[in-house]
T-cell receptor, first 114, second 116 residues
Framework: DAGITQSPRYKITETGRQVTLMCHQT?????MFWYRQDLGHGLRLIYY???????DKGEVPDGYVVSRSKTENFPLTLESATRSQTSVYFC?????????????FGPGTRLTVT | AQKVTQAQTEISVVEKEDVTLDCVYE???????LFWYKQPPSGELVFLIR??????QNEISGRYSWNFQKSTSSFNFTITASQVVDSAVYFC?????????????FGKGTLLTVNP
């Protein structure tokens, strides 16, 4: 009963490199989300997905790419990492409509861009 | 635009004290949902409660209680007889549907420290 997992848990990368953060959930939840958490900003939504092959932008999508070919996976790619993308990234999932249902969060990935 | 304000950045109490975490929200939508999440030192976010805009009943769950008042756009969270294990960052969040898009806005969180 893994629930929702993220990998890697910690990542250090250099400016300009491409990085992919993985998210996997075992509940068959329709909705999945990516957030970043920064001091002074709280949690901000990057992208979300209502189902496989359906994704949409959140509040801070620039510099990020997502895909969702399978319901259970929702990878987040930083195409060319910048120092401003140093953050803790959380993946979350929701049973049905993310609008009205609670979300379940993964343990987070701490990303440092040098 | 939606906004969630948690004016208390940090609160420190002694064990067994009652503590209230404030949450004030702004939205023009008439249908919305409010949430509270807890983030303990281990880092993961844990769902605590959901409330829709049409249900103003207060809720009590053990030592936790929530007071939703539409008249003041507030959704406050009270912990009674606080314990050290309550130490965490608590986030209030607002969910509205904007056309075909989905918008969830978190407050910046309140760090609660419960001292023994």
């Amino acid at each position: 009963d893994a629930g929702i997992t993220q990998s890697p848990r910690y990542k250090i990368t250099e400016t300009g490199r491409q990085v992919t953060l993985m998210c996997h959930q075992t509940w068959s939840h329709s909705y999945m989300f990516w957030y970043r958490q920064d001091l002074g900003h709280g949690l901000r939504l990057i992208y979300y997905s209502a189902a496989a092959d359906i994704t949409d932008k959140g509040e801070v999508p620039d510099g990020y790419v997502v895909s969702r070919s399978k319901t259970e996976n929702f990878p987040l790619t930083l195409e060319s990492a910048t120092r401003s993308q140093t953050s803790v990234y959380f993946c979350a999932s929701s049973l049905t409509s993310g609008f009205s249902y609670e979300q379940y969060f993964g343990p987070g990935t701490r990303l440092t861009v040098t | 635009a939606q906004k969630v304000t948690q004016a208390q950045t940090e609160i420190s109490v002694v064990e067994k004290e009652d503590v209230t975490l404030d949450c004030v929200y702004e939205t023009r939508d008439t249908t919305y949902y409010l949430f509270w999440y807890k983030q303990p030192p281990s880092g993961e976010l844990v769902f605590l409660i959901r409330r829709n805009s049409f249900d103003e009943q207060n809720e009590i769950s053990g030592r936790y209680s929530w007071n939703f008042q539409k008249s003041t756009s507030s959704f406050n969270f009270t912990i009674t007889a606080s314990q050290v294990v309550d130490s965490a960052v608590y986030f209030c969040a607002l969910s509205v549907r904007g056309g075909s898009n989905y918008k969830l806005t978190f407050g910046k969180g309140t760090l609660l420290t419960v001292n023994p």
